[in-house]
């Protein structure tokens, strides 16, 4: 099982922003997605998504080929996507959010609705929330609501875009500690993000992206010591 890209390209105006692109994901590993703004990297991750088209190349899903499948089709393959924007309904009730999530699932029953319903409260430590309106979670809470929403449908792959975005330092350290988790639980994560040290800890692989190619890619050991990578993108004193 794993999720690929295959010479992904996309232009606009005839300038290639995302050129001949490639990636594997593996079940159980975190990637993270780098580089400076204007690199391409938002434009790869939404054709990943499947909320815009490639003009070329292939996405694949444990070999299957889903470049011209719907983000809900995706999904329904195994790959969740967890935009930066709250996806979570704030009038609902972290129960309620998370139910309206379960229930899309048509593989399970009323009753393993509710078992997979407290797994997921006890997973990410949401019991005492349980009948707290969303729009009253603080950043932190609000994403392990919304990640626990997007495991509801049993993905394999989950695509995450600014995870760190808009929360305090106490909750990047407790989004860390989840994401840890969820590598234990085998889910290949996939992360975009403007906050470069706290992806870098996180991940076992990191691309960099620039004017739309790939300039380097490996362990963040690796990649932060690239000469390249720190002229265009880290600086001399990361």
Do not use: W
């Not at 790869?44 to 444990?62: C, V």
């Not at 875009?161 to 969820?182: H, N, Q, R, W, Y």
């Amino acid at each position: 099982m794993k999720l690929q890209a295959k010479n992904l390209t996309k232009k606009y105006q005839g300038k290639a922003v995302v050129d001949q692109l490639n990636i594997t994901l593996k079940p159980g590993e975190i990637l993270g997605l780098l580089g400076p703004n204007g690199a391409g990297k938002t434009t790869f991750f939404y054709m990943i998504a499947g909320l815009i088209r490639s003009d070329s190349g292939k996405i694949l899903i444990d070999e299957e080929d889903v470049t011209d499948k719907t983000v809900s089709v995706r999904a329904s393959m195994g790959l969740a996507y967890l935009p930066q924007e709250p996806s979570v309904f704030g009038r609902l009730t972290v129960e309620e959010n998370i139910l309206a999530a379960l229930e899309q699932r048509r593989d399970i029953n009323k009753e393993q609705k509710k078992r997979e319903l407290e797994k997921l409260v006890e997973e990410f430590q949401l019991k005492k929330f349980l009948k707290t309106k969303s729009i009253k979670l603080s950043g932190g809470e609000r994403r392990r609501v919304e990640i626990a929403r997007s495991l509801s449908s049993n993905p394999s792959f989950i695509l995450l875009d600014e995870p760190f975005a808009g929360i305090d330092p106490k909750a990047v350290s407790e989004l860390k500690e989840t994401l840890k988790k969820l590598k234990n639980l085998k889910l290949g994560i996939l992360i975009s993000d403007h906050n470069v040290r706290e992806t870098m800890q996180i991940c076992d692989n990191v691309l960099i992206m620039n004017e739309g190619k790939v300039i380097a890619e490996g362990t963040p050991e690796k990649v932060s010591a690239n000469d390249l990578v720190k002229e265009i993108y880290l600086g001399q004193d990361f």
